[in-house]
Structures are given as C-alpha cells and as structure tokens.
C-alpha cells in the first residue's frame, strides 16, 4: 500500500503563485504514473497534469502549472504560477501501480493511490 501525503496549499491572492509537493511512502520510478487532480466545491474531481514518461497538463493550466518529481525523494511537486480564482479548490495527489496509457492518464478511476488533499485558495 504506497501512502501518498500532499503538502503545500494555502491561500493566495490572484497571479501568485504556489507549489505543491506530494511524498509517496514507498520508492516511485518513472514506471508509476503521478498526477494531480482537483476537486471545487460542488463539482466533479477533475484532471490537472500527470507525469510519467512525458508530462501532460490539462488545457486549463497550461503555461501556468509545471508537474515535476523527484525519484530519489519518492515526490511529485506542482508549480502554480499565475493562479486564478477558478483554480481554487481542493488537490489531491494520485499515483498508479503501473504506466498508464495515454488514453486513461487523465481519468481518476485508472489511479490506484490517492493523499488526503490539500487546499488552495485564489482570491480575487
């Protein structure tokens, strides 16, 4: 069972900037797939970026989010810069056993491990 804890959230004024990390509990390679979804009030999780051979991001925060991870330290980091206030919302850090495909790489379901969140908050 790999946990996952996600640190880094908080609150932050429209064009700042934050950085999230996401500590696995067990050593991660290339060979697990690790992502960042969101979750606003009173809509569904959705997809944000992911990392494994290559890095994706959701149309949404591309050019302002860069997903990186460092394997030695079993973490994913997020980099948020020029934030808005629809970013605001609750993320939460996901890891799979195994690559997923590129298909799947952006649906939840297909993520087997997920932390506990953290908050972030954009004001206007």
């Known amino acids: 069972q790999v946990q996952l804890v996600e640190s880094g959230g908080g609150l932050v004024q429209a064009g700042g900037s934050l950085r999230l990390s996401c500590a696995a509990s067990t050593r991660t390679s290339s060979a697990n797939t690790m992502g960042w979804f969101r979750q606003a009030p009173g809509k569904e999780r959705e997809f944000v970026a992911t990392?494994?051979?290559?890095?994706y991001y959701a149309d949404s925060v591309k050019g302002r989010f860069t997903i990186s991870r460092d394997n030695a330290k079993n973490t994913v980091f997020l980099q948020m810069n020029s934030l808005k206030p629809e970013d605001t919302a609750v993320y939460y850090c996901?890891?799979?056993?195994?690559?997923?495909?590129?298909?799947?790489?952006?649906?939840?379901?297909?993520?087997?491990?997920w932390g506990q969140g953290t908050q972030v908050t954009v004001s206007s």
């Open positions: 996901a890891a799979s056993r195994t690559q997923l495909t590129l298909t799947v790489l952006r649906t939840a379901r297909f993520y087997d491990y």
């Open positions: 990392i494994a051979w290559s890095t």
